[in-house]
């Protein structure tokens, strides 16, 4: 039957066996580490950033018995903010057909309504010693994008009471004037 | 003077210490991560500086898209329970072979009358663009839509199983058109949910 043959044949060496070299059993674990950590890396980034941030948003009540419901606020320190089309936004303080600081058309960002909410915040705070009301109307030209900045912008500002609203024909008007519906 | 003679010493060190914590490590990281679920509707969602991470558990997706509405639950017990309300209520009989395939689905965009359909499809077809057509979101005939039903459904389900409130966000796409966002505002509203959330990615640079 098979087997295995150790003592290299009959000739030679007399009863003496074939020492194999003794090699050391220490490996270069350098590249290991290296890979590993890289790894390790990656895994902790992506599980850490992949999570989504999510950006609260509360909604004024509604009550579907007594839709007609409205809560007054001063005209005085409300600002409204209409989310025009093409990313454009129109802003006036007060009412539309009687605004206490004319309807201005402004892009989004750090030197557009920020700017303006910014200042018109420190007037509103200087002159009746409230804070601003923001409130924001989405026309149907405007798109998710828009809604989300205005938000953001509401926070960046740091503007504590902001409400979504629907807007009305007044307004709509408004921006048709302006170009940016 | 005889000047010390500094033994030199070898530069190697025995990294199999660094090697077993790395490996440790390594292991951790891969088993706690959660492997990305295929989406059937691709969005790509704005950005904002918020930086509150959404929470894992007892969160409901309001996906939005190209004018389409897609719906997910977290949790398979809270999954199941909910398609057990909606097929009673709607009347549509699911086995509970369904069910189960039903609950490892991380969302979906189909009328009820369809679901049957798109549960018996292999997992990698159901994810096919343009296959799902989204939720209904309009009442019909006085009826709430089949939208309003699924959120319904399944903040109940959360309550009954987990006995906490369900999160609901609404994760749009940043193109998509104010009108549709606000009927799901409307829908949410409808059920006297005024608190919810919005997914955002993170701020590239300054804007």
């Known amino acids: 039957m098979a087997e295995l043959n150790t003592g290299g044949g009959g000739g030679g060496h007399k009863g003496g066996k074939v020492r194999s070299k003794k090699q050391s059993t220490r490996v270069d674990m350098t590249p290991m580490v290296d890979l590993m950590f890289l790894l390790i890396t990656f895994f902790m980034l992506t599980t850490t950033l992949a999570k989504p941030q999510a950006m609260d948003l509360a909604m004024p009540d509604k009550d579907d018995q007594n839709k007609d419901e409205q809560l007054d606020v001063a005209d005085t320190r409300t600002m409204t903010v209409l989310l025009g089309s093409q990313n454009r936004i129109e802003w006036f303080v007060g009412l539309a057909d009687n605004p206490i600081s004319a309807p201005t058309v402004e892009n989004y960002g750090k030197n557009g309504i920020r700017k303006a909410i910014i200042e018109k915040s420190k007037d509103i705070k200087a002159s009746t010693g409230k804070d601003m009301i923001v409130i924001i109307k989405p026309s149907d030209k405007s798109n998710y994008r828009n809604l989300v900045d205005i938000l953001d912008e509401m926070k960046i500002t740091n503007i504590k009471q902001y409400a979504i609203v629907d807007i009305n024909t007044p307004e709509v008007e408004l921006l048709k004037r302006d170009g940016v519906y | ?207």
Request: charged share 25%; aromatic share 6%; glycine share 6%.
């Open chain 2, 1 to 207: 003077m005889p000047r010390v003679k500094v033994p030199r010493k070898s530069t190697a060190i025995d990294m199999t210490a660094m090697c077993d914590v790395a490996s440790l490590l390594l292991t951790f990281f891969i088993l706690t991560a959660t492997a990305r679920q295929p989406e059937p509707l691709a969005v790509d969602t704005p950005t904002s500086t918020v930086k509150i991470k959404l929470p894992e558990s007892n969160i409901a997706t309001i996906t939005v898209g190209q004018g389409k509405v897609f719906f997910g639950v977290q949790g398979q017990p809270i999954r199941e329970r909910m398609l057990q309300k909606m097929s009673e209520r709607y009347k549509v009989p699911f086995s509970a072979e369904d069910i189960k395939r039903f609950s490892l689905m991380e969302n979906f965009g189909v009328p009820i009358n369809q679901l049957k359909q798109v549960i018996d499809m292999k997992g990698a077809d159901r994810n096919k663009e343009g296959l799902q057509p989204g939720i209904p979101v309009d009442s019909v005939a006085g009826a709430a839509s089949q939208l309003h039903e699924w959120i319904y459904q399944a903040r109940i389900a959360t309550k009954e199983i987990n006995d906490e409130s369900l999160r609901i966000s609404i994760k749009g796409d940043s193109k998509e058109e104010y009108p549709v966002i606000k009927k799901i505002i409307d829908i949410l509203q409808k059920q006297k949910v005024n608190k919810f959330s919005l997914i955002t990615s993170m701020e590239g640079g300054d804007s």
